[in-house]
């Protein structure tokens, strides 16, 4: 498979978790592109944000997913990432895009657990649970359209990287919608 594989989803949803099991299970190139902007800027998102609002970091992520993606990789994306039409079109036509869905409720307690406010900073100044329902609300139209593929993210994750690979036989991934 030389065509990369895309993670989409709100905060929480397992991105990283996943994106790093999966490509581990494939033998592939693991790409995070929150990761690929602390470690090319040496800021974190609240710093990013801080200095050039989220205008900039959105710029900056832009910059990051077009640099970052390699043939062959697993690219876990920000949660933001389909915000701009240019991403979701370059996932779509560069690789394979899986969307991994979860509740409001899977996804407020896995942030409640572990915040990490150093990578995510407050989108909106609300709590998290009004957050992520305000978010997902704006944002659902946009993960469904940009994925080939709806993966349940509620899941283990083993059961998760399992069902990925159901859908991605190792003849080549398929791009067919389910
Ligand atoms: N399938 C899962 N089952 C249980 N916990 C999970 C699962 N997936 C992720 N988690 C936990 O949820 C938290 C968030 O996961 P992760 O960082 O992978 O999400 P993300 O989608 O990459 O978020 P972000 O958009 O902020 O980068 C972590 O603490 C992780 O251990
Ligand atoms: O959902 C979002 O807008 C974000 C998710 C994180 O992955 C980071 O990219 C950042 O905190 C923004
Ligand atoms: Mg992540």
């Known amino acids: 498979m030389t065509q990369p594989i895309f993670l989409v989803g709100p905060r929480g949803s397992g991105k990283t978790t996943i994106g790093q099991a999966l490509a581990q299970a494939l033998g592939l190139q693991f790409i995070d592109t929150d990761h690929w902007l602390l470690s090319t800027s040496g800021m974190s998102v609240a710093e990013i944000v801080e200095q050039e609002g989220w205008d900039g ?5 832009s910059q990051a997913l077009k640099s970052a993606t390699q043939p062959g990789a697993v690219v876990a994306t ?24 979860a509740s409001v ?12 406010e150093g990578q995510r900073p ?14 997902l609300a704006a944002r659902e139209a946009l993960y469904q359209q940009s994925a080939h593929h709806f993966i349940d993210a509620s899941q283990s994750p083993s059961e998760i990287v399992a069902d990925i690979l159901q859908r991605i036989p190792a003849s080549g991934a398929s791009k067919a919608a389910s």
């Not at 990432?81 to 969307?99: A, C, P, S, T, W």
């Open 105 to 116: 409720d899977t996804l407020t307690n896995r942030l409640e657990a572990f915040p990490d």
């Open 122 to 135: 407050t989108l909106t100044g609300k709590t998290i649970t009004d957050e992520i329902s305000e978010v």
């Open 57 to 61: 970091f959105r710029l900056r992520e």
């Open 78 to 101: 920000g949660g933001g990432i389909v915000l701009r039409d240019e991403n979701r079109e370059f996932m779509r036509e560069q690789g394979l895009v899986l969307y991994l869905r």
